[in-house]
C-alpha cells in the first residue's frame, strides 16, 4: 500500500499559514508529499519553509496561478488537482496547507487506508473537523462552519477537486474549465467511510491584521478586485468577536506546532468577554445561523439541519 500527499499553497508565510507544519503532521505516514507551489511574491519564503524540512519524500511542482480566469476561487480546485494529479499512490491524502493532523490519529489513518484498500466501494475517507478561531483555544461548533469533509481519496483519475477546493466529486466528463469546478453535471458525490480522525484547521488562528488582508484576498479571489472594493470599507484588522461565545478546547495541539504556537502574541487584541461590536456580523453570529446551531447542538447532537453536504457516507 502507497500513501501520497499532496497539498497546495501561495504566500505562507505573507498570509501567516503553517505549511510547513501540516506537511510535518502526515509526512510519516505518506510515502510522497506532492506540493503544487503558487508564484509567491517577491518578499514571500514560502519555498524556504517548505524546503527547511529537508525530506527526500517531497515533490514541488512550481506552478502559475490565474484567478481572473479561475474565479469564484475554483483557483484553489485547479492547483489542487495540479497536485492530485502528479501523486502516485493508491490512497491520496489532501491538507490544506491551514489544515494539521494531530499525531494521536495517524495509525488510526494507517489502518483504515489499509483496512478498506481492496474494498472498491470505498472512494475515500471522511474526516471531522475543529476550526480554530482567534486562538488555539476556541473553536466553532456551529451551522455555518462544515463538520465533517473528505481529505483521502481513491487514486481515479476520474476524481476532481470541486468549488473552492473544499471537496471532491467523480466525473464521467471533465475539461478542467472554471465552469466545470462548479458544475454538478456530469458527476457524482463519493462513497466514503468516517474515520475517527480530526483535522485541526488553523485558518482563522493569524494575528488579527493579517487575518484582515487574509479577508480581503479571499474575497477578491471570489468576487473580483472591482467588486470587492465597492462592497464596503474594509477595516485594517479583523474583529474575531466575543470569543467565551464558541466551544473551549482542553486537548493537546499536534506537536508539529509547537514554535509555531510561540508565534501566539496577539491575545491582547481578542475579545473573551462582552458583546458583539458595532460591525457587520460574521456569519456564525447572525440570528438565523444561532437559532439553527442551538437546535442542532442541542436536540440533535450535532447532526445538521440541511447544509453542505458533498458525500455519501457508508458503513465501513
Not at 456569519?283 to 444561532?290: D, F, Q, S, T, V
Not at 453536504?309 to 457508508?314: E, G, H
Amino acid at each position: 500500500m502507497k500513501i501520497s500527499g499532496f497539498t497546495f499553497v501561495k504566500n505562507a508565510t505573507k498570509l501567516f499559514i503553517p505549511v510547513k507544519e501540516s506537511i510535518l503532521s502526515i509526512l510519516p505516514i505518506v510515502d510522497e508529499f506532492i506540493v503544487a507551489v503558487g508564484d509567491n511574491d517577491a518578499d514571500d519564503r514560502t519555498m524556504d519553509e517548505i524546503e527547511s524540512i529537508g525530506s527526500q519524500k517531497i515533490k514541488i511542482i512550481h506552478t502559475t496561478w490565474d484567478p481572473k480566469t479561475y474565479k469564484k476561487n475554483t483557483v484553489f480546485a485547479q492547483q489542487t488537482d495540479i497536485a492530485k494529479e502528479k501523486c502516485t499512490g493508491d490512497w491520496l491524502f489532501y491538507l490544506q496547507s491551514d489544515e494539521v493532523i494531530h499525531e494521536d490519529f495517524l495509525e488510526t489513518i494507517k489502518n483504515d487506508c489499509r483496512k478498506y484498500l481492496d474494498k472498491p466501494e470505498v472512494d475515500g475517507f471522511l474526516f471531522g473537523y475543529k476550526h480554530f478561531w482567534g486562538d488555539f483555544r476556541h473553536y466553532h461548533v456551529a451551522h455555518s462552519w462544515y463538520p465533517k469533509e473528505i481529505r483521502i481519496i481513491r487514486n481515479d483519475p476520474k476524481v476532481h477537486s470541486w468549488r473552492d477546493a473544499q471537496s471532491f466529486r467523480k466525473f464521467s466528463v471533465f475539461g478542467y474549465s472554471p465552469e466545470d469546478y462548479w458544475k454538478k453535471e456530469h458527476s457524482a458525490k463519493l462513497h466514503v467511510v468516517e474515520t475517527k480522525a480530526s483535522v485541526y484547521h488553523y485558518g482563522y488562528v493569524r494575528p488579527p491584521e493579517m487575518m484582515a488582508y487574509k479577508d480581503k484576498s479571499n474575497n477578491i479571489s471570489f468576487f473580483g478586485a472591482d467588486k470587492v472594493d465597492q462592497m464596503k470599507v474594509w477595516p485594517e484588522t479583523f474583529d474575531y468577536g466575543p470569543l467565551q461565545k464558541l466551544k473551549e478546547y482542553t486537548g493537546t495541539q499536534p506537536k508539529v506546532l509547537e514554535e509555531w504556537v510561540k508565534k501566539f502574541d496577539w491575545q491582547g487584541k481578542l475579545q473573551y468577554a462582552g458583546k458583539i461590536r458595532q460591525r457587520p456580523l460574521h456569519k456564525h453570529e447572525r440570528l438565523k445561523y444561532r437559532i439553527l446551531s442551538f437546535v442542532e447542538n442541542t436536540f440533535l447532537g450535532g447532526r445538521k439541519i440541511g447544509g453542505f453536504k458533498n458525500y455519501i457516507k457508508i458503513k465501513g
